[in-house]
C-alpha cells in the first residue's frame, strides 16, 4: 500500500492546477504588461517630431546625449529598483512588492506625461525604471512560488507574453499617434498616459490575488500558506489532495532548515554552491541579450530605415515584428516543459547566432543597394531571429533564475539575475547607436560570438530545473545536505490524511 502511495505521488506529472490557479497568474501579470509598455513607449515618444519640438530637442547640441540618457537611465533606475526588491519582497511579502511597484509606475508614467522640461522627464523616466525592474522582479518570483512544479516553465511563460503584449501595444499606439495631427504639439503624452492604465488593472486585481505560501511559511502562517495550496494545487483527479499534502509537507520541512541557514549577501558568497548559483543567475539574461535581441528590439526602426524604408513603413515592420514574436512567445508555453532547461537555452543561442549571421551577411552585401529582394530578405531574417529568441530564449530567461535559489535567498538571486540585466542594458544602449555608425554590419558578428560561447556555457554549466521541485533543486549543486526530504521519501498514510518519511529523513536533518 505504501509502496504505490509513493509512486503516485513521487512520479506524478499531472498539472495540479485549475483554471483558477491560470486566471491569477494572468492577473498578476498585467504588471507585466504594465513595465513592457512602459520600456518600450520611449520608441514611440522619441518617434513623435511634437516631443522634440516641445523639450527643444531638435536645435540642441546634446541631443543625442539626452536621448542615450532617456534610454539608459530607465535601467539606471532599474538596478536601484533590483537592489530595493532584494530587501522589500522579503520584508513585506510579493504581493506587497507588486502593488507597491505599480504605485510608483502609475505616479512616474503620469509624471512624464505631464513633464514641462526635459530633466523633469528624465526624473521621471528614471523613477518608471525603478518601479518597472521592481515588478520585473516580484512577479516571476511569485509566479515560482506558485505555481506547481510540473507546468511551472509553462505558467510563468505568461509572464513573458505579458511583456510581449506590452511591447505591442506601445508599438501600435505609436503609429496611431504618427498619423494624429491633432492636440496642438502635444500628441507625444497621450501615449504616455494611456501607460497608466496597466498598473491600474493590476492594482484592482490585487485583492484577489493570494500571498505566495512559501513566503507564508517563513512568516509562521501554515494554515495560510496550507489553504492556499490546498486550492490552487489541486485538480479534479486528486478530490483528496494528496498532491498537495505531500508538497505543502516538504515546504514546511524545508523551511525549518531554511530558517537556520544565513540568509545574507554575504552568506550567499561563503558557500561554493550558492556562489555558482550567484554566477548563472547573474549571467543567464547577460548571455540572452547578448545576442542581440535588445539592440533589435530597441533600434529595429533605425535597422529598417538604414534598409532604404519609409517612416511609415518601419514603424509597420516595427510593429509586425514585434506581434509575430509575441506569437513565439504564447507558442513556447507548450514546448517549455518538454525540454531540460540548458538544451533549451543552448540550441536558442545556436539559432540565434545563425539568424544574426545571415543578417550580417545580407546587410553587408544589400545595405545601400536598390536590390528588393535582397533587402526584404535582410529584414525577414530579422523577424526569424526575433521569432526563435521568443520561442526558445524569452521565457526562459525570466523565471530560470528564480527556480535556482532556496525560499531564503531566491529575492536575493533574482536580483542578481535582473541587476546584471539592467547594467548589460545599459552597455548596448550606448554602445550600439555608435557601433553601427562605425563598423555597421561587423557589430553583428559580435552578437554572433558571444551567442556561441553562450550556449557553450548553457550546456555545459547550467543544470535543468525542469520538473524540480523548489525544495529539491539544492541537490542539482551537490547540497544534498541542505534538502530536508525529498519527495520520493514522503509517503501518504492509509487514509490519506497526512504523511509519514522512509527511515533516515530525521538522521539526515539531524546530521545538519
Same mark, same amino acid.
Given at each position: 500500500?505504501?509502496?504505490?502511495?509513493?509512486?503516485?505521488?513521487?512520479?506524478?506529472?499531472?498539472?495540479?492546477?485549475?483554471?483558477?490557479?491560470? /486566471?491569477?497568474?494572468?492577473?498578476?501579470?498585467?504588471?507585466?504588461?504594465?513595465?513592457?509598455?512602459?520600456?518600450?513607449?520611449?520608441?514611440?515618444?522619441?518617434?513623435?517630431?511634437?516631443?522634440?519640438?516641445? $523639450?527643444?530637442?531638435?536645435?540642441?547640441?546634446?541631443?543625442?546625449?539626452?536621448?542615450?540618457? $532617456?534610454?539608459?537611465?530607465?535601467? &539606471?533606475?532599474?538596478?536601484?529598483?533590483?537592489?530595493?526588491?532584494?530587501?522589500?519582497?522579503?520584508?513585506?511579502?510579493?504581493?506587497?512588492?507588486?502593488?507597491?511597484?505599480?504605485?510608483?509606475?502609475?505616479?512616474?508614467?503620469?509624471?512624464?506625461?505631464?513633464?514641462?522640461?526635459?530633466?523633469?522627464?528624465?526624473?521621471?523616466?528614471?523613477?518608471?525604471?525603478?518601479?518597472?525592474?521592481?515588478? $520585473?522582479?516580484?512577479?516571476?518570483?511569485?509566479?515560482?512560488?506558485?505555481?506547481?512544479?510540473?507546468?511551472?516553465?509553462?505558467?510563468?511563460?505568461?509572464?513573458?507574453?505579458?511583456?510581449?503584449?506590452?511591447?505591442?501595444?506601445?508599438?501600435?499606439?505609436?503609429?496611431?499617434?504618427?498619423?494624429?495631427?491633432?492636440?496642438?504639439?502635444?500628441? /507625444?503624452?497621450?501615449?504616455?498616459?494611456?501607460?497608466?492604465?496597466?498598473?491600474?488593472?493590476?492594482?484592482?486585481?490585487?485583492?484577489?490575488?493570494?500571498?505566495?505560501?512559501?513566503?507564508?511559511?517563513?512568516?509562521?502562517?501554515?494554515?495560510?500558506?496550507?489553504?492556499?495550496?490546498?486550492?490552487?494545487?489541486?485538480?479534479?483527479?486528486?478530490?483528496?489532495?494528496?498532491?498537495?499534502?505531500?508538497?505543502?509537507?516538504?515546504?514546511?520541512?524545508?523551511?525549518?532548515?531554511?530558517?537556520?541557514?544565513?540568509?545574507?549577501?554575504?552568506?550567499?558568497?561563503?558557500?561554493?554552491?550558492?556562489?555558482?548559483?550567484?554566477?548563472?543567475?547573474?549571467?543567464?539574461?547577460?548571455?540572452?541579450?547578448?545576442?542581440?535581441?535588445?539592440?533589435?528590439?530597441?533600434?529595429?526602426?533605425?535597422?529598417?530605415?538604414?534598409?532604404?524604408?519609409?517612416?511609415?513603413?518601419?514603424?509597420?515592420?516595427?510593429?509586425?515584428?514585434?506581434?509575430?514574436?509575441?506569437?513565439?512567445?504564447?507558442?513556447?508555453?507548450?514546448?517549455?516543459?518538454?525540454?531540460?532547461?540548458?538544451?533549451?537555452?543552448?540550441?536558442?543561442?545556436?539559432?540565434?547566432?545563425?539568424?544574426?549571421?545571415?543578417?550580417?551577411?545580407?546587410?553587408?552585401?544589400?545595405?545601400?543597394?536598390?536590390?528588393?529582394?535582397?533587402?526584404?530578405?535582410?529584414?525577414?531574417?530579422?523577424?526569424?531571429?526575433?521569432?526563435?529568441?521568443?520561442?526558445?530564449?524569452?521565457?526562459?530567461?525570466?523565471?530560470?533564475?528564480?527556480?535556482?535559489?532556496?525560499?531564503?535567498?531566491?529575492?536575493?538571486?533574482?536580483?542578481?539575475?535582473?541587476?546584471?540585466?539592467?547594467?548589460?542594458?545599459?552597455?548596448?544602449?550606448?554602445?550600439?547607436?555608435?557601433?553601427?555608425?562605425?563598423?555597421? /554590419?561587423?557589430?553583428?558578428?559580435?552578437?554572433?560570438?558571444?551567442?556561441?560561447?553562450? &550556449?557553450?556555457?548553457? /550546456?555545459?554549466?547550467?543544470?535543468?530545473?525542469?520538473?524540480?521541485?523548489?525544495?529539491?533543486?539544492?541537490?542539482?549543486?551537490?547540497?544534498?545536505?541542505?534538502?530536508?526530504?525529498?519527495?520520493?521519501?514522503?509517503?501518504?498514510?492509509?487514509?490519506?490524511?497526512?504523511?509519514?518519511?522512509?527511515?533516515?529523513?530525521?538522521?539526515?536533518?539531524?546530521?545538519?
Amino acid at each position: 500500500m505504501e509502496s504505490n502511495a509513493e509512486t503516485n505521488i513521487s512520479k506524478d506529472h499531472r498539472g495540479h492546477y485549475k483554471a483558477s490557479t491560470v /486566471w491569477r497568474v494572468t492577473g498578476v501579470s498585467f504588471g507585466s504588461l504594465s513595465l513592457g509598455y512602459a520600456a518600450a513607449i520611449i520608441a514611440t515618444t522619441l518617434g513623435q517630431p511634437s516631443f522634440f519640438e516641445y $523639450m527643444g530637442l531638435a536645435t540642441a547640441k546634446n541631443a543625442s546625449q539626452i536621448i542615450g540618457a $532617456m534610454n539608459s537611465l530607465f535601467y &539606471a533606475g532599474g538596478f536601484f529598483g533590483c537592489v530595493f526588491n532584494a530587501w522589500y519582497a522579503d520584508r513585506f511579502g510579493r504581493r506587497i512588492a507588486i502593488a507597491t511597484a505599480c504605485v510608483i509606475v502609475l505616479l512616474s508614467l503620469a509624471l512624464q506625461a505631464g513633464s514641462v522640461h526635459v530633466a523633469m522627464f528624465i526624473v521621471f523616466r528614471f523613477t518608471n525604471g525603478f518601479g518597472n525592474l521592481v515588478l $520585473m522582479n516580484s512577479i516571476p518570483l511569485w509566479i515560482t512560488e506558485f505555481v506547481p512544479p510540473y507546468h511551472r516553465g509553462a505558467l510563468s511563460n505568461i509572464h513573458a507574453a505579458m511583456i510581449n503584449i506590452g511591447y505591442l501595444v506601445s508599438s501600435y499606439v505609436g503609429v496611431g499617434f504618427y498619423y494624429y495631427t491633432g492636440g496642438s504639439g502635444n500628441q /507625444w503624452r497621450a501615449p504616455l498616459a494611456l501607460g497608466c492604465l496597466f498598473p491600474l488593472i493590476t492594482l484592482a486585481i490585487m485583492p484577489f490575488i493570494p500571498e505566495s505560501p512559501r513566503y507564508l511559511l517563513t512568516k509562521d502562517k501554515i494554515d495560510e500558506a496550507w489553504n492556499i495550496v490546498r486550492e490552487m494545487h489541486s485538480s479534479s483527479d486528486d478530490p483528496n489532495h494528496e498532491f498537495a499534502t505531500v508538497e505543502f509537507y516538504q515546504m514546511k520541512k524545508q523551511l525549518e532548515i531554511d530558517s537556520r541557514l544565513d540568509s545574507s549577501w554575504i552568506g550567499m558568497l561563503r558557500r561554493p554552491s550558492y556562489r555558482k548559483r550567484v554566477y548563472i543567475s547573474s549571467s543567464i539574461l547577460v548571455l540572452l541579450y547578448c545576442t542581440g535581441t535588445l539592440t533589435i528590439a530597441n533600434y529595429g526602426p533605425i535597422l529598417f530605415k538604414s534598409l532604404g524604408f519609409s517612416p511609415s513603413q518601419v514603424l509597420l515592420f516595427q510593429a509586425g515584428n514585434i506581434l509575430q514574436g509575441l506569437s513565439a512567445v504564447i507558442a513556447s508555453i507548450f514546448i517549455v516543459d518538454r525540454f531540460a532547461r540548458p538544451t533549451l537555452l543552448a540550441a536558442g543561442m545556436l539559432v540565434c547566432a545563425v539568424n544574426i549571421s545571415i543578417v550580417a551577411a545580407l546587410t553587408a552585401t544589400y545595405l545601400g543597394s536598390t536590390n528588393a529582394s535582397g533587402l526584404a530578405a535582410a529584414v525577414a531574417f530579422i523577424f526569424v531571429y526575433v521569432w526563435c529568441y521568443g520561442f526558445i530564449l524569452d521565457g526562459v530567461g525570466y523565471f530560470y533564475a528564480a527556480e535556482l535559489f532556496p525560499t531564503h535567498l531566491r529575492a536575493k538571486g533574482v536580483t542578481c539575475c535582473l541587476g546584471a540585466y539592467c547594467l548589460i542594458n545599459i552597455l548596448w544602449l550606448q554602445v550600439a547607436p555608435t557601433a553601427f555608425d562605425e563598423i555597421g /554590419w561587423k557589430f553583428y558578428m559580435v552578437f554572433v560570438s558571444c551567442a556561441v560561447v553562450g &550556449a557553450g556555457i548553457a /550546456w555545459t554549466w547550467f543544470p535543468d530545473t525542469t520538473h524540480c521541485s523548489l525544495e529539491e533543486v539544492a541537490r542539482l549543486f551537490g547540497d544534498e545536505d541542505l534538502v530536508a526530504v525529498y519527495r520520493e521519501e514522503i509517503v501518504l498514510d492509509k487514509d490519506g490524511g497526512g504523511v509519514v518519511e522512509k527511515p533516515g529523513v530525521e538522521h539526515r536533518e539531524e546530521e545538519l
